[in-house]
């Protein structure tokens, strides 16, 4: 099957076969404004009806493609990585022509999410090799010819990703369709493996002499390139042409968002409502919520669980069955026998049953006091769930305590407390609650930053620093709290601001609660 890309300086069809374009592979190059894009929907277009098609789309250009030719958009930022897989063993097994469009992520977050979707559609049981065209826009992102400032698993599951498709596709039905602005800029194993070639307007000598390498041209004549005209390709490779042809390239019935830039008029308004909108500040003047309840600790570790939290307790000896009972038994007798030193004038309150009150300093031999030992320590919080629980029960032993009372779901919970800085003080300030509430139907993962935040700004202390921010996720990398911080923001449960002088303000959005301006990096004095 042939289709129409356009016309020739001789005004004949110039067509394009997609039988032999299946077999071998197509490599796009022009720079910024060359029609890259327009080439791309063209030749989309005119194959939607023959052939499967997936398009992994940067900047969310070709969504459009669904209103016409139903093709499916998937937005990569609500997925997760494994549901972007599954959903890639989905789209080969049915069939469905998609649109995968990562606009809504950054850099790193686009090149994992491509590699995980690009590998799953190469990883598919053989049953399922059918005929599919895979368009990649702006491919020198997902194979970058050296490395960036991603990290390096990042960059190397991407770049796996495109040299699988490129590479060893064939076999499995996948015809790779790549297009970029620069050859210098896209990773040589991935370009060297097109046997088709359209090359645009370029500007650079060393990208018009490959140009020219690539067609077969004399580099003394790859000046040509920078005369091309918007739209125009030269084209060669076994489903284009046997020699170079100039190719012009047709209409298209579908359009992008971003038509790019026009001219227009320049809003009308005076100096001093100019300054007040270039100065004035960056998040909004939001009114403090104060509900009327207020709420202790205790209650608080509570809400955020479905199965009530048991009772703190005071003493190492206090609701821990039969035998705390006999030991309890037995202290109250003890107790009762020592002589009183200097009993006060009034007569004492009749003894309630099983009520001893502990000499304050023996106040924290408990639970709590495990607890708060152990979460004290310098870097606890950082530790997994596991390790620090088995820790607890160890020192439970060591005071002879029966620390299976607090079960490791309980224990997470006032694991999260720890991670946010929570104390008794804050919980019991008019509004917490609300807080509590809106955490317990978070994610897990969510609750710990969430609190963290919400303590900030109920006291309107200034934002939390990247490593406090780490720490309130119970992890020693800013960047992976940072990117949990980035997803709060897309899920619209926290907005993120920045002041003029580089600050950074969050707004917990359900809330209507803020914190005050705070630096990224300098730890204040509210960190100890």
Known sequence: MNIVLGTTTSGAPAFLSIEELLSTRLLVQGNSGSGKSHLLRRLIEQSAQAVQQVVVDPEGDFASLAQVFNHIVIDAAAQSENGMRQIARRTRQSRVSVVVTLEHLDTERQ????????????DIDRQFWTPALVVVDEAQLFAPAVAGEVSDESRKTSLEAMTNLMCR??????????????????????????SNFLMGRTFLDIDMQRAADLLGIDRRQAEMFRDLECGRFVGLGPALSRRPVSI?????????????????PLPERSQEEARGLLFQ???????????EKTMGTEALLASMNERPLPAPMVGADDDEGPE???????????????????????PPPPPQPRAVERPE????????????????????????????YDEFLARCRKRRLSGRVLDIVHFRRRLVLAQAGITPAVAELPGWPQAVAIAGRLDEAFQGLFLHLASAAIQDLPCPTD???????????????????????????????????????IVLTELQWRTAPGDTGDAPAWIS
Request: charged share 20%; glycine share 8%; hydrophobic share 40%.
């Open 111 to 122: 090149m994992r999410y491509a590699g995980a979707f690009l590998n799953a559609l190469f």
């Open 169 to 194: 596709g064939r076999k499995r039905g996948l015809a790779g369709i790549i297009a970029t602005q620069r050859l210098a800029k896209l990773a040589k194993n991935v370009a060297a493996e097109a």
């Open 248 to 264: 012009s390239i047709g209409e298209v019935r579908t359009h992008s968002n971003a038509n790019g830039a026009k001219l227009m």
């Open 281 to 291: 500040a960056n998040a909004p003047q939001i009114p403090r919520y104060t509900p």
């Open 324 to 346: 705390s009972e006999a030991e309890t038994q037995t202290e109250a007798t003890e107790t009762d026998a020592l002589p009183e030193a200097d009993p006060p004038s009034p």
């Open 361 to 388: 300093p023996n106040a924290k031999d408990g639970i709590e006091a495990v607890l708060d030992g152990l979460f004290s320590e310098a870097g606890a919080t950082g530790r997994s769930v596991a390790k620090l």
């Open 467 to 505: 490593q406090m921010i780490a720490q309130a996720c119970g992890t020693h990398s800013p960047r992976r709290a940072l990117g949990l911080l980035a997803r709060m923001q897309a899920l619209g449960i926290v907005e993120l601001y920045e002041e003029l002088n580089g600050q950074r303000v």
